[in-house]
């Protein structure tokens, strides 16, 4: 196991600026960050869905599929998906150590591009037949494609074991923000489960050295993703400038871009270091459960 005393540093340069957080600051900082979006999310008014939503620019149908380009256009989740998944589970990967210290730290990027591979059958299934009913089935893998990616940051950058545990409970609450907001038709906890848990994401990779080469690429991912919401918001202006595709179809196309990106990180990166200093005292007893 490679191990690199830098990386148990008691300093951490966030944003150009040098914070003087021991380890267990910036984990109660990354804490204190998440507690407070959870609760944001179930205190603030509801946030109802608009049914202008399930309006799309493009409603052409070809081949006898409705709104055939914003369906088609999710097979990038599903060939991501598979590619991911592909990587993950060959043994005969050459270098394969190189890029996980850890066979287990596999595991949560096992339930990411599961959660891709689903989103592209549900998102297909949703745009089909758009309604609050079948977006259940487009949003539900997609918390869990987030809270997985979330799952592997802390598993890399903070503690792998804590980053294990935590992925059934990250899911859970993914999925749970989506019933939720079926049951009450309140948007905001499923809205924390996607963009918090990329600010999330944002924070650790700032607050905490990486095991890994390429960190970059999860940056460039984030682009990508934050380009996709761009075409999403563009919709109609798209199709009308283009006449042939609409926002929300690129939409999906930059966004399976962007999981590639990440797919193409695990691919090329090495390890750096693993191991980081251990949590004593008062501290320990609390952060035990999560073994941190």
Sequence with gaps: ???????????????????????????????????????????????????????????????????????????????????????????????????????????????????????????????????????????????????????????????????LRLLAPLILAGAASVGYWRWRGNLWPYAAAQYHSILLIGLILGLFPPHYSRSADLLWAAVLYVLAKVAEALDARFLAASRLVSGHTLKHLIAALAVYWVLRMLVKRQARCWQTAPIKGWARAVLHPLKI
Excluded: K
């Excluded at 914070?19 to 998440?34: D, F, K, Q």
């Excluded at 996980?100 to 745009?127: D, K, M, N, Q």
């Excluded at 539900?140 to 792998?160: G, K, Q, W």
């Design 1 to 163: 196991m490679i191990f690199d005393s830098r990386c148990a540093g008691r300093f951490i340069i966030l944003f150009g600026m040098t914070l003087p957080l021991t380890r267990l600051g910036r984990i109660w900082l990354v804490v204190l960050i998440a507690l407070t979006g959870a609760l944001a999310a179930l205190l603030l008014p509801p946030f109802q869905q608009p049914q202008e939503y399930h309006q799309f620019a493009d409603q052409r149908s070809w081949f006898g599929i409705p709104n055939f380009l914003n369906v088609i256009s999710n097979v990038g989740f599903l060939l991501v998906g598979l590619a991911g998944l592909g990587f993950l589970w060959s043994e005969s990967a050459a270098n394969a150590s190189r890029r996980f210290v850890e066979p287990s730290g596999r595991i949560p990027y096992v339930a990411f591009f599961l959660g891709i591979l689903f989103t592209g059958f549900g998102s297909a299934y949703y745009h089909w037949r758009p309604s609050d009913s079948t977006l259940v089935w487009d949003r539900l893998p997609m918390t869990v494609a987030f809270m997985s990616l979330l799952a592997a940051t802390i598993a890399e950058r903070i503690d792998l074991r804590a980053g």
